[in-house]
């Protein structure tokens, strides 16, 4: 009998900028243009009151013991705002109708708001199954929780379509109650990117199906993000980048691609952190399981036990670490230049300075983008967002092994 072994790797390569990110089609693939929310938060209580969501969404969403989970079948959403808001478009159902959803590559589950939404929807988008003639309902029930709130609704199955391919009967959630702020028009839900095993449905996801299909040329994706955090110019939506499936476009990088398996397979697109420097010094890391990130793509900055963030602000002369709101994070003087470069194994990348300050909080004092995060004891111990992803097209690669 043959086995059937599934073999993933993230793969990381310089950007290549330019202003705007084209349609490109490839032999089986293609390149669409992703969207963005710039962030809109302007007082030291608005940014507080973020940081403190962005803490307890992913906390929850990487199983932290103190965030319970609320029954079986839940899987977990961080709040959608500021360059976590990556998002592109799909289409559901028969007659096609396009919706905006989050690209999180943390996460494994298609969830969408539902026409008979009663909370929490506002002016979003949302889905109505009776006008899809090929929708069926699962009967079901799905929650979706998020830090202190959560989505709920049930499972139905319909045609799936991105970027011209076409997934017939995909499973995905329809929810109908919101907690307020969980959505943003013109966002109206969230498109997992991660593997099976992780996702709250049991469903195999929309990028899985499709390379175990064939329908791709390479079974990869890849993610090139822009980035607006501190820039006073930017609009409520921006160019995002763009978002690539099936086939390497060579016109979005520059060099070489640094390739680097997983060292577990088939949940979170998970890397091992073997090495880190602040300021050119080295900070000292464990290897193994305790050294393992994953690569979230829904994930503004990047979370790591409090020994390592300690460490790396303890290079940073003035830093202090925050209370109420801004517990877990540090803060810094805004005239200190901070360098920060992550190694997975392969070549060093460089996080710049623009990157690690995620906010100017007062005239002196900036607030960095590393923070202490706690998770849960199946989930890696350091969760890289776009902080990271931002300067760097990253290639999310997977194929069978017969």
């Not at 073999?7 to 669409?32: D, E, F, H, K, M």
Request: proline content about 5%; some cysteine.
């Amino acid at each position: 009998m043959l086995s059937n072994h599934l073999i993933s790797a993230v793969l990381l390569s310089l950007t290549t900028y330019a202003s705007a990110a084209p349609q490109t089609n490839g032999p089986a693939g293609q390149t669409i243009a992703l969207k963005k929310r710039a962030h809109t938060h302007n007082s030291l209580a608005e940014w507080g009151v973020w940081a403190k969501n962005h803490r307890e969404g992913l906390e929850a969403k990487y199983g932290n013991p103190k965030h319970d989970k609320r029954g079986t079948g839940t899987n977990l959403l961080v709040n959608q705002n500021g360059d976590s808001s990556y998002y592109g478009s799909v289409a559901i159902g028969t007659p096609p109708t396009s919706y905006n959803v989050i690209l999180d590559t943390g996460s494994s589950d298609l969830w969408i708001a539902d026409s008979s939404c009663t909370s929490g929807c506002g002016n979003v988008p949302t889905f109505n199954p009776s006008t899809s003639s090929t929708f069926q309902n699962q009967s079901t029930p799905f929650s979706i929780t998020y830090g202190s709130g959560q989505a709920a609704g049930s499972l139905g199955s319909d045609v799936v379509q991105m970027a011209g391919f076409s997934v017939q009967n995909q499973i995905f959630a329809v929810c109908d109650q919101v907690s307020s702020g969980l959505l943003t028009d013109p966002v109206s839900g969230l498109l997992g990117l991660a593997f099976q095993t992780i996702a709250a449905s049991k469903a195999k996801p929309l990028w899985q199906t499709l390379v175990d299909s064939g329908s791709w040329d390479s079974p990869l994706m890849a993610f090139q993000l822009t980035r607006f955090l501190n820039d006073s110019s930017a609009q409520t939506e921006e160019a995002g980048g763009s978002f690539t499936m099936g086939f390497t476009n060579s016109s979005l990088f520059t060099g070489d691609i640094d390739y680097v398996n997983m060292p577990v397979q088939g949940s979170y697109w998970i890397l091992p952190m073997t090495s880190l420097t602040v300021q050119g010094n080295s900070i000292s890391l464990p290897s193994g399981q305790d050294s393992y990130a994953a690569i979230d793509t829904g994930t503004t900055l990047v979370g790591g036990p409090a020994q390592y963030i300690a460490q790396i602000f303890a290079q940073i002369p003035g830093s202090q670490l925050g209370t109420g709101n801004f517990e877990n994070y540090y803060t810094y003087p805004c005239d200190t230049s901070v360098t920060v470069s992550l190694s997975f194994g392969g070549q060093s990348w460089s996080i710049s300075p623009a990157d690690f300050q995620l906010s100017r909080l007062t005239r002196n004092t900036c607030l960095g983008s590393f923070f202490v995060l706690t998770t849960g004891s199946s989930a890696p111990s350091w969760i890289v967002g776009d902080t990271f992803l931002v300067r760097l097209l990253g290639h999310f690669h997977s194929r069978h092994v017969y």
